[in-house]
């Protein structure tokens, strides 16, 4: 098995701080490829790594990764579509991060949409991750969307 992929030194938000360099996920994202059945997939650097990133506030670099994962998937699979969930949820948690509760809103309901779209029928999990957890998540990041900012006193 292959080893982690290390946590990056910052969690990058656009229009706050330094972008990570140009390919530095490529090496990660060549774990997956068309083809790779889901319990691959699953098991794969590059869903560990998006998976690992996301749990530890890194969306950015989570949807760089899951994206490769995504591209991989079969089209119109229920894979295929709770990884487009997964990717949108991490773009609303970094508009969230970005102060852009709105956007975070849009995208929690496009997440919901893939998910409901993903036709999961009574599975419990997809590529390992619980479904419930994913519902969760996603009203989570929207419940704190709509929460007013709080002011600096």
């Known amino acids: 098995m292959q080893a982690p992929v290390p946590l990056p030194p910052h969690a990058h938000v656009p229009g706050r701080n330094a ?11 060549a774990t997956v490829e068309p083809g790779m059945s889901a319990e691959a997939l699953a098991m794969s650097p590059a869903f560990i790594a998006g998976t690992d990133f996301f749990e530890n ?3 950015w670099e989570a949807h760089e990764v899951w994206e490769a994962v995504w591209m991989a998937c079969p089209p119109n699979s ?12 991490a773009n609303a948690e ?10 975070a ?3 929690c309901a496009i997440a919901e949409g893939h998910l409901s779209e993903a036709a999961l029928s009574g599975r419990k ?3 390992g991750v619980s479904v419930s957890w994913l519902e969760g998540a996603i009203g989570q990041c929207r419940d704190r969307a709509t929460k ?6």
């Open 19 to 29: 972008r990570h360099a140009e390919g530095r996920w490529d090496d990660v994202r």
């Open 57 to 59: 506030g890194f969306f």
């Open 78 to 89: 229920a894979e295929h579509r709770f990884v487009q969930a997964l990717i949108q949820l």
């Open 94 to 103: 970094l508009k969230l991060a970005m102060d852009k509760p709105h956007a």
């Open 105 to 107: 809103m849009r995208l």
């Open 125 to 127: 999990d997809v590529l």
């Open 148 to 153: 007013p900012a709080r002011s600096a006193l």
